[in-house]
């Protein structure tokens, strides 16, 4: 048996160093195909490189519409995440009142001895 360890990595290789898609040749096309087809055309029409000074009014009136649309729905979508973050908060911090009273209680039930013996100490 030969015990040897071999490695077949990449020569010139880093640790950590992640490649492009065009260093393992899958090529930009493949890259960019993936995240633009992801967007819907009214997304794609509202935040284009247009120039506003070459939109008709219809075209302003449309990606004004579609801008303010997406700043309600996040203002829409970050309040129930707050109310959601609100409940857990309160919901932590009355486990922890319950926790704490819990705790006190056992340590008195647990030392119910001493703290007979100190009281009836300091009435004798």
Not at 77 to 86: D, E, R, T
Request: hydrophobic share 25%; proline share 1%; net charge positive.
């Amino acid at each position: 048996m030969d015990n040897t360890l071999t490695h077949h990595g990449i020569l010139g290789m880093k640790w950590g160093v992640r490649r492009t898609p065009a260093q393992l040749g899958r090529g930009k096309s493949s890259a960019k195909k993936s995240s633009s087809d992801d967007s819907h055309e009214d997304y794609k029409k509202a935040h284009g490189s247009k120039s506003v000074k070459t939109m008709s009014d219809a075209e302003l009136r449309s990606r004004l519409n579609r801008l303010q649309m997406e700043q309600q729905y996040s203002k829409l979508s970050s309040s129930n995440v707050n109310k959601g973050k609100q409940y857990f908060n309160n919901v932590i911090k009355a486990g922890t009142t319950v926790a704490t009273v819990t705790s006190t209680a056992l340590t008195i039930y647990n030392n119910y001895d001493k703290i007979k013996k100190i009281i009836s100490g300091t009435s004798d």
